[in-house]
T-cell receptor, first 113, second 111 residues
């Protein structure tokens, strides 16, 4: 059973640019969530995808968008990058349901200069 | 609005000690609570998942308890080792799908 993988590991972008982060879900999982973790803070929920549709969103602006593909892999896109977007971005996969365990990937460290 | 608090923020103990990490939450209407470990700059490793109907879960040297009515959970680590040094995060799952995290407890176990 393969775990959750993310790419790239690290990324440096300039303010105003756009970025795409990628996530491959754990085998058998059909639901993926994205979280942002600033330094010294707990992860904050961005959004969740199930069956290629967004079905939950946290307090993040529309310039944060995502996609889920038929193979359950996922992308997080951030437009018009701001300095405060510098963070560790975590992807989590699970099966649908309120009581399921979530499994996280290693994260992508994004630095915006 | 659910708020999750972890105390202490940081903890340093000598190897071999038993220790308790605390997590409190303000709204008891949760589905479950999950404890994670995070090494510096890395992702989250799930340690224990406690459903709202359960009182505790155990895995090896780890034991997590849940008192939903009082909004508290504890993570007990027995016979701590230097390899246990990491940040420990608790997260609650409410209606919807998001996990709501605390800020974590940074643990250092010294040889």
């Amino acid at each position: 059973e393969t775990g959750v993988t993310q790419s790239p590991t690290h990324l440096i972008k300039t303010r105003g640019q756009q970025v795409t982060l990628r996530c491959s879900s754990q085998s058998g999982h059909n639901t993926v969530s994205w979280y942002q973790q600033a330094l010294g803070q707990g992860p904050q929920f961005i959004f969740q995808y199930y069956r290629e549709e967004e079905n939950g969103r946290g307090n993040f602006p529309p310039r944060f968008s995502g996609l889920q593909f038929p193979n359950y892999s996922s992308e997080l896109n951030v437009n018009a990058l701001e300095l405060d977007d510098s963070a560790l971005y975590l992807c989590a996969s699970t099966t649908q349901g309120e009581r399921t365990e979530q499994y996280f990937g290693p994260g992508t460290r994004l630095t915006v200069t | 609005k659910q708020e999750v608090t972890q105390i202490p923020a940081a903890l340093s103990v000598p190897e071999g000690e038993n220790l308790v990490l605390n997590c409190s939450f303000t709204d008891s209407a949760i589905y479950n609570l999950q404890w994670f470990r995070q090494d510096p700059g890395k992702g989250l490793t799930s340690l224990l998942l406690i459903q709202s109907s359960q009182r505790e879960q155990t895995s090896g040297r780890l034991n997590a308890s849940l008192d939903k009515s009082s909004g508290r959970s504890t993570l007990y680590i027995a016979a701590s080792q230097p390899g246990d040094s990491a940040t420990y995060l608790c997260a609650v799952r409410e209606s919807g799908y998001a996990l709501n995290f605390g800020k974590g407890t940074s643990l250092l176990v010294t040889p």
